[in-house]
């Protein structure tokens, strides 16, 4: 794959060795984080936006940022704890997004639904990503195709052999299976889900809920409230490359790499197998008025 003025350092290089090399990585990043989720004391604290951070955040970014100097320094990083800090670089028309801990209240509250994120931008769209959840051991990566693997903190990453490629299931008619925040519970998605033929509903923390959509495990996951670009971008690599897409709620893409308005992501809805008219008037027709969204 030809990735034109913006080429790798390693000449050829596809988006699915990029989503390895950001699996790697990712994997790369557990020791750091468990070694804080094991000890008695974090060391939480609230940043200026009132977000929880913890020592396993700053950590983890550490090593995150450390790799990526060495295996893919073409590129710049926007990173969730150094952005709050204020370093943030001047990006080209490719970055890479790093959240280096995405689910801090499920990471404190010790259900191991947290996970290490980190994706490539290019042209405002992910084009490739890593998902890790180490507590529970589950890797989730994709550029042109969706892997999941088992694998241990600060283990190599897996080999083929070892690799499920995921697709998306069809979104159905009837008897969806809808993935909303363990933590953020918003009126319009509770509006939304009373309106759509919803059979059952699934609370899960992090990005988590990309995945499990990637896997044929849910239809669509709603999400009206705030959330950052960092939070969303490898989740929606990994669920583009299984066949689902994530959407405003009009139907559009999302588009990422907005500086100027703090990297703050939209409304959205990440949904499996759909055709994005379909989509947009799922929503449009459940919604009680374009007034909800906001």
């Known amino acids: 794959m030809d990735l034109g003025p913006i080429q790798s350092a390693r000449p050829g290089l596809s988006y699915d060795q990029i989503a390895e090399i950001l699996a790697d990585i990712a994997l790369q990043a557990g020791p750091a984080i468990m070694r804080v989720y094991e000890r008695p004391d974090p060391g939480a604290r609230l940043k200026r936006d009132r977000s929880p ?15 990526l100097s060495l295996r893919l320094p073409q590129w710049q990083v926007v990173a969730e704890e150094s952005a709050s800090r204020g370093l943030i670089p001047v990006c080209g028309r490719g970055f890479l997004l790093v959240d280096p801990l995405d ?45 999941a693997c088992k694998a241990k903190p600060g283990a190599p990453l897996p080999p083929a052999a070892e690799r499920r490629e995921l697709h998306v299931r069809p979104v159905p008619s009837c008897d969806m299976i809808a993935l909303t925040s363990r933590s953020h519970l918003e009126e319009e998605t509770k509006a939304l889900l009373s309106a759509l033929p919803v059979s059952e509903q699934q609370a899960i923390g992090s990005s988590l809920k990309f ?4 896997e044929g495990l849910g239809d669509f996951y709603p999400r009206f409230g705030p959330t950052m670009e960092w939070d969303v971008a490898a989740g929606e690599a990994v669920l ?3 066949g689902g897409k994530v959407l405003s709620p009009d139907g559009g893409p999302l588009c990422y790499g907005k500086k100027s308005g ?13 055709d994005s008219a379909r989509a947009a008037d799922l929503v449009r027709s459940s919604l009680p008025a374009p007034a909800a969204i906001h």
């Open 53 to 67: 951070v913890c020592e396993a955040d700053e950590l983890a970014e550490r090593v995150i940022l450390d790799a």
């Open 103 to 147: 689910g801090t209240k499920e990471f404190l509250d010790r259900n191991g639904e947290f996970t290490v994120n980190i994706a490539l931008i290019v042209d405002g769209t992910p084009r490739a990503g890593a998902v890790y959840a180490p507590a529970l051991g589950k890797l989730w990566f994709g550029g042109a195709h969706a892997y």
């Open 211 to 214: 995945c499990l959509i990637a």
């Open 240 to 242: 583009r490359a299984a």
């Open 262 to 274: 703090g990297y703050r992501s939209g409304p959205f809805m990440a949904w499996g197998g759909i």
